[in-house]
C-alpha cells in the first residue's frame, strides 16, 4: 500500500491551503482544469460559470468536465502525494477556480484498512476497508458537501436547501455554516437524532417529515421553486459528486496507481458509486494508472428498499420506485435515485453485480466488523461486510482477490436511533 490514510490536521486553515496552492499556481498548475458541465443523458454542454441544476431538456442529471490533456502535460501525479493531506489537494480535479472559495473542514484522505482478522477468517487474502468515519460530520457526505458548497459560495448562492436521510443534511449544516450560508432541511421524522441535533447546532433550520426520503425531496422541491432556494439534492446539481469522486483517486493512489478488483459500495443516491468510475475514466486519460484493469462495482441495499438489486436483476436500465421502503440503514432508504441510469450502466460497464441483505444480516455484520476488526461502522457500511459473506458464498469473490469495502460513516451516530 502507498500513500493514504491519516489526516494533519494543520492542512485544512485556509491560508495555508491558499500559500500551498499559490506556490503551484507559480509552477504554471492551474488552480482547476474545469472546462464546463454536461448532461450525462443528451449531451448537451452548459457553462461551469453559471447557476445549473440538472438538463431542462432531457431531466438527466449533468456532470463536470475537465481539461485532462493539458492537465496531463502540467500536473505532477507524484506531487499530488506530497501535498498536504486532504480533499482538496486534488483541486485541479475539482471543481472551484478560486482557492478563496474552497469551503474545507478537512475531509478526504480517510484510511484505507487492511483487515486481516476478518478476511482470514472470511478466507480472503485481501479484504480492506475505506473507513469514511473519520470525515467531518462523521461520514463521507462530507466530501460530496464541501465541493457543491464551495462551488455554491463561487457561484453567488446565499441559500441552500436539501432532503437528507441524515448525514447529507448534518454535512450540508456544517459546510453552510462554514460558508456563511443559509441552510434549510427536510428530513424524515426517524431519522437518527444526532442527524437532527448536529444540523440544529450550527445553525440549519429542520424541517421534519411524516415520511420518506422521496417525501423530504418533493417539499424541499417546492420550497426551493417557491423561495429560491438552491437544491443541493443528489444528482439535481453537478458538483456532490465531484467531492466524492475523490475517493477514487485516493483508492488508485493507495494501491500504488493500480485499482482494487471489487469495490462493495453502499448505495442509496448512488453518488458514491457514479462519482468513483468517473474518476477511473479520468485517471485513465491522465495517464496515471499502471494498468487500465477496473474494479467490479458491487451496489448494496437493503432488503426493505432495493430498488438497484431489483432492476439489475431484471438487466433494466431504470429502476422503479420502491413502495414501502423500510431499513434500519437509513442511508439506504431511497426509494429511486435520480441517477438510476448511471448507476445501473457502471454496474453492467464494471462487470460487477447489485445484491440485497436483511436488516438482521446487516446488525450481525456490523458486530462482527467490531470485534474482529475495532471499527464501529454505520449500518449502510456493515452492509458491505453482509454482501461479501453472499457473494463469497456465490464464488463470486475469489480468495485472493484485493476487495474493498466501504463504511461510509460512524456508527456512533446511530445510537440513539428511533
Known sequence: MGAGGGICPLSYGTETINVAMLKQNESKTAVTYLTDIQCSGCGKTYSANEIHTFCPDCQSPLLVNYDLNAARKHVDRDEISRRLKGMWRWHEFLPVRETKNMVTLGEGDAAILHLPQLGGALGLNNLFVKDESSNPTGSFKARGLSSAVSKAKELGIKKIIIPTAGNAGGAMAAYAARANMEALIYMPKDTPNANIEESRIVGAKVILVDGLISDAAGMAGVKALEEGWFDLSTFKEPYRMEGKKIMGYELAE??????????????????????????????????????????????????????????????????????????????????????????????????????????AEITESQKELARAEGIFAAPEGAATLAAIKKLIAQKWIHPDESVVMFNTGSGLKYLDQK
Open 254 to 359: 493507495s494501491f500504488n496507481w493500480t485499482l482494487p478488483d471489487v469495490i462493495i459500495y453502499p448505495t442509496g443516491g448512488g453518488t458514491g458509486l457514479v462519482g468513483m468510475w468517473k474518476a477511473f475514466e479520468e485517471l485513465e486519460s491522465l495517464g496515471w494508472l499502471e494498468n487500465t484493469k477496473r474494479p467490479r462495482m458491487v451496489s448494496v441495499q437493503a432488503e426493505g428498499c432495493a430498488p438497484v438489486v431489483r432492476a439489475f436483476e431484471k438487466h433494466a436500465t431504470f429502476c422503479d420506485f420502491w413502495i414501502n421502503a423500510q431499513t434500519l440503514a437509513s442511508g439506504l432508504r431511497v426509494p429511486k435515485s435520480f441517477a438510476d441510469n448511471l448507476i445501473l450502466e457502471n454496474i453492467y460497464e464494471s462487470k460487477g453485480t447489485a445484491i440485497a441483505v436483511s436488516d
